[in-house]
Each structure stands twice: as structure tokens, then as C-alpha cells.
């Protein structure tokens, strides 16, 4: 059985966007392609190019996230968005390790079978070609190796799982160019993902070290990346003056919506689904000694809804 359906991203404010391809319809921050008669098991790549002003911050998280809708009901709707952080750094060391999401994350999405998407990066700086090159990456033991998927590699390669839990990448005969041979030619990189074990509890923390071997050269340490597992321990999202809270987050169909507000006011909420059909409104009053109301999606079909309060 094919699919159709719509594609959604979501740029971070602070970027320029350069170019996309396929051509994507836009409106604002957001970018819209359209995907047809997409078979079982096969998949669609869109591509975009953004720029970062130079004079962004050092520190600043950049939160892209992208959506998928789909015209048939999808009995998997939680995995139909991705979201991917990035923070701006400054002069660096070219061989790191990233994780998203970054920072900590909730037993509710552990339990829920969160991903988290590795990248390692590599790069030549020596005076030579790279002949041969060996990546390694010891698995945290909280994280379920059953779970892994390859996404992306910048060459090709060997890949193989050791025993003890030890990934190895070879990337034979890759001949990567110096970085003063060819500066844009001498990086290369490693994606994949991995979910969490679901029996983790509070305040575990999952670690990662990967170890480059460039030819016979010793290995190059990169950072220890670190997620943790925390409970949530503030309120955020905003409407004006008013702190947001909607909970439980995924649900069963009944939700409940927390504002901070000082007065009563109206409240105007409109619930949309992915291709953007509006599918329940009203105003309803907030009084400030309860502050909470019930928000009923039960009758609607599984899947993903953007909620807009007004």
C-alpha cells in the first residue's frame, strides 16, 4: 500500500536559509514538500542548506525539528517527528562527538523509546592523505544495542559490533586529503542512532567516548558525550505573559493545560492536525485559584496535533 502525504521542517530563528532540494514551499520559518505514492519500506531525502550569522553567540542552541503527516492513519504516529539541537561553538578540536537531543531527558521518554542520534566527526590535519581509518565507540551499557541503526557516513565503510559492545568503523583506502591539502575534502563523519534502555530510572546517565585512528598513528580521544535522565523541573513555553504547561505529553487522548495567570481571561484554544485541519475551538475560562483545564482529544485518531492558545 503506498502513502501521501506532507513533509514539515522548522528552521531555528537565527539561520539564513540558502537553498533546498527539492524545492520546498515556505512560509516563515517553516518548509513544506509534498510526497506521493511513497511505497512500503522506501524513503524520501530532502535536503536543506542554511547559514549561521558570524556573530551569533557561542552557546546558542539551535533547535530544528521536522514532521511527517500522512493522509492514511498511522498506528505510529510518535515516531513521525524529529527534533535536532546543535550548539554554536568557537574554535574547536575537528574530531567531536554530539548527541541529540541535547541535555537531559524524562523517564516519560525513556520509557517511550526515545532516540538518540550520535554524530562523530573526524578530520585530517596532518601533512599527508589518510590511507586508512579506524573509528571506535565503546556502547554505555544503558543503551540497548538491539535498538542501533545506521543513518549516514561521509565515505564508505566497514562496520562491526564487537562482543563487548565496541562499534568499529574501517574506512578503507578513503585517501583522506590534509587540511592544507584540501580544507573542505579532509572531514568526514558518522551518524547513527540508538535508543535508551526503558528500565532506566532517574538520575542515570548514559556516557560515550569514541576513539580515530588515522593510519598507524595512536588514537585521538574525542569528548564523552553525557545524557541523563532527570525528571522535569520547570514550566516552559509562553503565551504573552503566561507560562505553559501541557501534560501528559505523549497522552491517551485527555490532556490537561497549566497556565500561570494573575486574572481571569478568556482563553481561545484551536487544535490542528498535521495537514493543518483544524479539528476542535472554544474559549474557555481560566480562574486563577485552578489555573488547569481539561483539554479532550479522545474521539480524534492517534497521531500528532499542534495546539495554539490565544
Request: no cysteine.
Amino acid at each position: 500500500m503506498t502513502t501521501s502525504g506532507q513533509v514539515y521542517a522548522v528552521l531555528p530563528g537565527a539561520v539564513t536559509l540558502l537553498s533546498t532540494s527539492p524545492a520546498a514551499a515556505i512560509s516563515g520559518d517553516t518548509l513544506f514538500w509534498t510526497y506521493t505514492n511513497l511505497l512500503p519500506g522506501q524513503g524520501a531525502f530532502f535536503s536543506i542548506l542554511t547559514q549561521l550569522p558570524a556573530t551569533t553567540t557561542l552557546g546558542t542552541v539551535l533547535h530544528a525539528h521536522t514532521l511527517a503527516g500522512s493522509l492514511q492513519t498511522d498506528p505510529t504516529p510518535l515516531n513521525n517527528v524529529a527534533h535536532n539541537y546543535r550548539t554554536v561553538i568557537g574554535s574547536y578540536d575537528p574530531n567531536d562527538k554530539a548527541v541529540s537531543p541535547v541535555g537531559p531527558i524524562s523517564p516519560v521518554q525513556v520509557s517511550e523509546g526515545q532516540e538518540l542520534v550520535y554524530k562523530i566527526r573526524f578530520q585530517n590535519t596532518g601533512t599527508y592523505y589518510a590511507f586508512n581509518i579506524l573509528v571506535t565507540d565503546t556502547l554505555s551499557g544503558h543503551l540497548d544495542i538491539g535498538s542501533f541503526k545506521m543513518l549516514s557516513a561521509s565515505h564508505n565503510y566497514n562496520l562491526s559490533l564487537r562482543d563487548n559492545g565496541i562499534l568499529e568503523w574501517h574506512f578503507p583506502n578513503i585517501m583522506l586529503p590534509d587540511s592544507n591539502m584540501n580544507e573542505p575534502e579532509s572531514h568526514g563523519y558518522i551518524l547513527y542512532s540508538i535508543k535508551a534502555k526503558t528500565n532506566l530510572q532517574v538520575n542515570y546517565e548514559i556516557l560515550n567516548t569514541a576513539y580515530i585512528f588515522f593510519d598507524f598513528n595512536d588514537a585521538i580521544i574525542t569528548n564523552t558525550t553525557s545524557t541523563m535522565v532527570k525528571l522535569p523541573n520547570s514550566i516552559s513555553g509562553a503565551i504573552q505573559d503566561n507560562n505553559l504547561l501541557v501534560y501528559p505529553n505523549p497522552g491517551n487522548g485527555k490532556f490537561n493545560i497549566a497556565l500561570s495567570s494573575e486574572s481571569n481571561e478568556k482563553i481561545h484554544i484551536r487544535v490542528f492536525n498535521l495537514l493543518g485541519k483544524e479539528v476542535l475551538q472554544g474559549p474557555k475560562t481560566v480562574l486563577p485559584q485552578q489555573k488547569i483545564m481539561e483539554l479532550d482529544l479522545h474521539h480524534q485518531p492517534s497521531g500528532i496535533y499542534l495546539l495554539q492558545l490565544q
